[in-house]
């Protein structure tokens, strides 16, 4: 868990999280200026420090994708609604969600008031997800085996009607990436899924510092249409489960709805295997609640848009020129050193403000580095070093040459305690229940005045049934978030389930979710 700070302190974030969870995400997203609500209700507005978190995690992310050799692509926001009505499971996933065109333009009435004006012969929905509209284009595109694998990304937007938004958890209109590949076998395409699987957990792990479980979803909370839904869960400081990524193994459904038709290598036609595997600005959301504290938001350096903010200190204007050109002097050294294969992120902060409202603009922003520099700092040649995975208060006085030398592994180190800490605090919220009353009593709340604070993962047997998971979530709000992969050094293990007495071969995860 982030670093905790005492209950007589002062801290900038009101209220504590402890105090009320959702409203402290809310004001640390304020707070750290990442976004707002819009005019338009269930829609944000994404401000500049936000956005340069999404802009690395899309780089990076990118990056990934095309080591395993995929392109990107772009396709049509607006999707024909017979397109949907061609995949039923799909439809009537995603039927109460859909935003639907239906006029072409707008006129002004009698009363002067503008209206929708000549309908539309068919339908267009506003992009949901693109499966359907994609696989019409693949349907042109294979003919032959020899036209496959395609393996094809799109970064863009898509609108999901909701009803109770939560900024970058549950918005109308969200910013994404979703792959989308055909293959020749069925072998392949799973392959493919379980691969870009793998790419989401080691993103989640290596860039945002987020420990997830991995594995499949329930058959109740598989992705419409999908023959297997593959994902990534990451708990967060209220001890609830976060869907960080998705990967979908589509069989032949789509390409049977679509056409995906291909002579094989034999002379034969068969459908192609279809996958589909997204993530989403939900991970800015996953990040926020995993490793903010109460005086904001803290970012794993490998995401942040600023690694290192230097804070000129100039009580005296006689000594104001001396002390921005040795910030710039020591930005430009700072520059010169790669972290992650890049150069570090420097930022001169030259605002004409007090030191003390810089600094806490700052933390509450989260930049992994602060480094202050005074005139005596001049005369000594040193300068105060703040980490932002320390208590906000901390400093460390380094000469220049000696901080410049141990930026990079500076970085290394708030990166890699970020995820130690969230491992930690996610294993101690982790328990193994072999008990009816031992489950109910782990996802009941005990203190009326702080039902946040209980539960977390449960690793309990099931059965399969799919009227437990119904019963589970009637009475508790609690689902099978995943089924967890094999993992060889410690296989499953045989049990039974305690809420029916029945077997069941291994344990799952339970949590309740956001």
């Not at 309908?119 to 693949?138: C, D, H, K, M, N």
């Not at 193994?249 to 709805?257: C, D, E, P």
Request: glycine share 6%; hydrophobic share 40%; proline share 6%.
């Amino acid at each position: 868990m982030a670093q905790q700070t005492p209950a007589a302190a002062r801290t900038a974030i009101t209220p504590r999280r402890e105090d009320d969870f959702p409203e402290w995400y809310q004001q640390v997203i304020r707070a750290a200026e990442l976004a707002e609500p819009s005019e338009v209700r269930g829609c944000m507005v994404i401000r500049p420090w936000g956005y340069g978190i999404w802009e690395n995690m899309q780089r990076q992310l990118d990056a990934m994708f095309k080591a395993t050799g995929h392109r990107n692509a772009y396709f049509p926001l607006f999707i024909p609604l017979s397109y949907f009505e061609k995949e039923a499971a799909h439809v009537e996933g995603f039927a109460k969600e859909c935003a639907v065109v239906t006029h072409t333009r707008l006129e002004v009435n009698a009363e002067g008031k503008m209206v929708p004006a000549s309908p539309l012969t068919e339908p267009l929905v506003v992009r949901p997800t693109s499966e359907t509209i994609i696989g019409a284009t693949y349907a042109k595109w294979v003919q032959s085996y020899r036209d496959l694998p395609i393996l094809l990304n799109q970064w863009c937007n898509v609108v999901r009607w909701e009803m109770r938004p939560r900024i970058f958890l549950r918005t109308t209109e969200f910013l994404w990436q979703e792959g989308h590949t055909v293959h020749e076998t069925e072998t392949e395409a799973r392959d493919e899924t379980k691969r870009m699987l793998d790419v989401y957990e080691a993103f989640a792990r290596d860039h945002v510092a987020l420990p997830v479980f991995h594995g499949e979803k329930s058959e109740s909370e598989r992705f419409p249409g999908a023959v297997q839904t593959l994902c990534i869960e990451a708990m967060v400081q209220d001890r609830k489960a976060i869907q960080a990524g998705t990967s979908h193994f589509l069989g032949q459904n789509f390409s049977r709805a679509s056409g995906i038709q291909f002579q094989t290598r034999d002379g034969k036609q068969e459908f192609g295997w279809t996958t589909s595997w997204g993530m989403t600005t939900r991970m800015i959301g996953t990040l926020i609640m995993t490793h903010a504290d109460d005086d904001g938001l803290v970012l794993p350096p490998r995401i942040a848009p600023t690694h290192i903010v230097i804070l000129p200190i100039t009580p005296k204007e006689e000594t104001r020129a001396a002390v921005l050109e040795a910030a710039d002097k020591l930005a430009a050294q700072l520059r010169s050193v790669r972290y992650f294969d890049a150069p570090i992120e420097v930022e001169v902060d030259r605002r004409d403000l007090g030191g003390g409202v810089k600094n806490w603009e700052w933390i509450k922003k989260g930049v992994p580095l602060r480094v202050e520099l005074g005139p005596r700092d001049l005369e000594s040649g040193k300068v105060a070093v703040s980490r932002r995975d320390q208590p906000v208060k901390s400093k460390e006085f380094l000469a220049t040459e000696e901080f410049v030398s141990q930026a990079a592994a500076m970085l290394d180190s708030i990166q890699n305690n970020l995820l130690q800490r969230a491992t930690e605090f996610r294993d101690a919220n982790t328990r193994v229940i072999d008990s009816k009353d031992d489950f109910y009593a782990f996802f009941t709340a005990k203190d009326s005045a702080k039902p946040e604070i209980h539960g977390g993962f449960a690793l309990a047997h099931w059965d399969g049934s799919r009227a437990v998971e119904e019963q589970i979530k009637n009475d508790l709000k609690v689902t099978i978030r995943c089924i967890p992969f094999d993992d060889p050094a410690n296989p499953p293990q045989a049990g039974t389930c305690p809420f029916t007495g029945n077997p069941s071969l291994r344990r799952v995860v339970w949590a309740k979710a956001y």
